[in-house]
């Protein structure tokens, strides 16, 4: 598989509505985003089928679109894959219930899960978090950038980093073994004007 360099995730508790995360997910195509995450930690499984539906209807078909945790409704809503982390259902029991062509990402944060995730059928690892990031309530260790490094040396499958990435910072991290950065917090202020300023510096 082949990720672009900007791996955008929209948190629906960064939205007031449905409306509101649609437009913001529509501006982040309109900038040239391939790649969209949704994820909602509410809970609420008929508010996140509804809009999960209403992101894949807004889209067409070249935005890859990945349920965050929930392979059931990644399915459901006909998402291009979902991303699980450790405290979710295993990797390769996701993969039996997604099938083999949909994109399976899988969280890690150290070197042994990092190792375990290797040897699973995930299609990338994600590794984090790289910085401080604001976007969880009780985050893993930070990393940082040595930690992306020994995570590239780990594994030959296509690396997402995470946590604290901001404009300011996003290079460092390719040039550390990243394959692809993924950014909540940063694509918020004016999403497309964000996006596109990220997509200009990850060239």
Same mark, same amino acid.
């Given at each position: 598989?082949?990720?672009?360099r900007?791996?955008?995730?929209?948190?629906?508790?960064?939205?007031?509505?449905t409306r509101?995360?649609?437009?913001a997910?529509?501006?982040?195509?309109?900038? !040239?985003c391939t790649?969209?995450?949704y994820?909602?930690?509410?809970g609420?499984?008929?508010?996140m %089928? @509804?809009q999960a #539906?209403?992101?894949?209807?807004?889209?067409?078909?070249?935005?890859?679109?990945?349920m965050?945790d929930?392979?059931?409704?990644c399915?459901?809503?006909d998402?291009?894959?979902?991303?699980?982390g450790q405290?979710?259902?295993?990797?390769?029991?996701v993969?039996r219930?997604i099938g083999?062509?949909?994109w399976l990402?899988v969280?890690?944060?150290?070197?042994e899960?990092?190792?375990e995730a290797?040897?699973t059928?995930?299609?990338?690892i994600?590794? !984090?978090?790289v910085?401080?990031?604001?976007?969880?309530?009780?985050?893993d260790?930070v990393v940082? %950038? @040595?930690?992306v #490094?020994?995570t590239?040396?780990?594994t030959?499958?296509?690396?997402?980093a995470?946590?604290?990435i901001i404009r300011?910072?996003?290079?460092?991290?390719?040039?550390?073994?990243?394959?692809?950065?993924?950014?909540?917090?940063?694509?918020?202020?004016?999403?497309?004007?964000?996006?596109e300023?990220f997509?200009r510096?990850l060239?």
């Amino acid at each position: 598989m082949h990720l672009p360099r900007l791996y955008a995730i929209v948190d629906a508790s960064c939205f007031g509505d449905t409306r509101a995360l649609r437009m913001a997910v529509e501006e982040l195509a309109s900038a !040239g985003c391939t790649l969209i995450q949704y994820r909602n930690k509410s809970g609420n499984a008929r508010l996140m %089928l @509804e809009q999960a #539906r209403e992101l894949k209807t807004s889209l067409d078909g070249s935005i890859h679109l990945i349920m965050n945790d929930r392979s059931d409704l990644c399915l459901a809503a006909d998402f291009d894959g979902v991303h699980v982390g450790q405290d979710d259902l295993a990797p390769d029991s996701v993969r039996r219930i997604i099938g083999p062509r949909r994109w399976l990402g899988v969280s890690a944060h150290h070197r042994e899960q990092v190792r375990e995730a290797d040897q699973t059928s995930a299609d990338y690892i994600a590794i !984090g978090p790289v910085f401080a990031t604001s976007s969880k309530s009780n985050p893993d260790p930070v990393v940082g %950038l @040595e930690g992306v #490094r020994r995570t590239r040396e780990l594994t030959r499958k296509p690396l997402v980093a995470i946590g604290g990435i901001i404009r300011g910072n996003a290079r460092s991290v390719i040039a550390a073994g990243a394959d692809s950065v993924a950014v909540i917090s940063d694509l918020l202020p004016d999403p497309r004007k964000s996006a596109e300023e990220f997509l200009r510096i990850l060239r």
